[in-house]
């Protein structure tokens, strides 16, 4: 018996996993004692120059990662009217398409239920980025800030 083929998703979502941890390590600096400094000195250095960052700039990398992502919201989506204006059309095309509004009014308030939830949706997704945008941008600040007192240091900074 021959068996089925696997499907590429798996091993795609694998490799995605696998190399997610590495993207966000790429994106701290590398630090070379370019004078000769000795990894224990490397690692005062670091750890000074990190304290002074946390102070200079008021952005802690750790309360950063440790806080909380905006929460979707439960419940029914409810939102800028959109069942209402659903089960208004559906009625009017409901009377229009046969003495059926009430079936229309029902059917126009799942569409709009639909559409609120979408709405919902994208409104939740953009607060996400906006969140992980400004995040982001602490994160840099607070990067920078160490680069900077590493550099006066001695070392080389990429």
Excluded at 23 to 38: L, V
Excluded at 43 to 57: E, H, K, P, Y
């Amino acid at each position: 018996m021959r068996a089925a083929p696997k499907s590429p998703v798996p091993r795609m979502l694998l490799a995605a996993l696998w190399f997610a941890p590495i993207a966000c390590i790429a994106q701290q600096p590398i630090y070379y004692p370019a004078k000769g400094q000795s990894p224990q000195q490397q690692n005062r250095d670091l750890g000074q120059c990190q304290g002074w960052a946390q102070q200079t700039t008021g952005i802690n990398p750790a309360a950063l990662a440790a806080a909380p992502q905006p929460q979707a919201p439960s419940g029914p989506a409810v939102g800028g009217g959109e069942r209402v204006v659903g089960a208004a059309r559906g009625a009017i095309l409901g009377e229009v398409f046969g003495d059926h509004g009430g079936e229309g009014a029902i059917l126009g308030a799942m569409i709009g239920g639909v559409r609120a939830r979408r709405n919902q949706a994208q409104q939740q997704q953009a607060a996400q980025q906006q969140a992980d945008s400004a995040r982001a941008a602490q994160v840099n600040t607070y990067n920078r800030a160490v680069a900077a007192c590493m550099e006066g240091r001695g070392y080389t900074v990429r």
